[in-house]
């Protein structure tokens, strides 16, 4: 099984709709990464949890992190086109690497 | 804005033949990473570089990928010979040291026929 769970595995939401992706671990988390990639490109830095309970917003992403369930929430206030694409979270481990997850596709729909 | 460079975007080889692929990390990163990533899954860690020294190449298949970076700055990582199951994203990530943020590049798309 997967070290990092991430669901939905896809998910389309009409522009404007508010959404959530979700991951989960099945080992100690020491933090939690997120990352947005679009369709054959790099990925791009969107946030950073290390503490439980910890939450940090850009614009119209949420993230939190909860530290006893092992599990980190996205959340997408008021969807719009340019949110498309995959999300993928990544956990610290605690030796300088990541791992990550399959990721999540997102599709928002006019 | 510093950005880590990637080159080539594409690449399409015949299987047995030799690739390479360049990574320029942003200034000053002294962490480099070289990951794989396969369509519909997440990125694998194949390398990892503190300045010119490897820390992880544990996943890394040695007997035909190698992984350079001899002066602490730019690296190079090379398939001899290409497989049929060596297509996938190659991508490059850097960062300021271990546990650093880490910052990717735009990958390379190797097609092997």
């Known amino acids: 099984s997967q070290e990092l769970e991430q669901s939905p595995q896809s998910l389309i939401v009409q522009e404007g709709k508010n959404l959530t992706i979700n991951c989960t671990s099945s080992?100690?988390?020491?933090?939690l990464y997120w990352y947005k990639q679009k369709y054959g490109e790099g990925l791009i830095f969107l946030m950073m949890?290390?503490?439980?309970?910890e939450e940090k917003s850009h614009e119209k992403i949420t993230a939190k992190l909860d530290e006893k369930k092992q599990q980190s929430s996205l959340h997408i206030t008021a969807s719009q086109p340019r949110h498309a694409g995959i999300y993928l979270c990544?956990?610290?481990?605690?030796?300088?690497?990541?791992?990550f997850g399959k990721g999540t596709m997102l599709l928002v729909s006019p | 804005e510093a950005e880590v460079a990637q080159s080539p975007r594409y690449k399409i080889t015949e299987k047995s033949q030799a690739v390479a692929f360049w990574c320029d990390p942003i200034?000053?990163?002294?962490?480099l990473y070289w990951y794989r990533q396969i369509l519909g899954q997440g990125p694998e860690l194949l390398v990892q570089?503190?300045?010119?020294?490897?820390?992880?190449d544990s996943q890394l298949p040695k007997d035909r990928f190698s992984a350079e970076r001899l002066k602490g700055v730019d690296s190079t990582l090379k398939i001899q010979p290409a497989e049929l199951g060596d297509s996938a994203m190659y991508l490059c990530?850097?960062?300021?040291?271990?546990?650093?943020?880490?910052?990717f590049g735009p990958g390379t798309r190797l097609t092997v026929l």
């Open positions: 990530a850097s960062s300021l040291g271990l546990r650093n943020i880490q910052f």
């Open positions: 080992k100690t988390l020491y933090g």
């Open positions: 949890l290390q503490k439980g309970g």
């Open positions: 990544g956990a610290d481990r605690g030796y300088s690497t990541l791992t």
């Open positions: 200034s000053g990163h002294a962490t």
């Open positions: 570089f503190q300045d010119e020294s490897v820390v992880d």
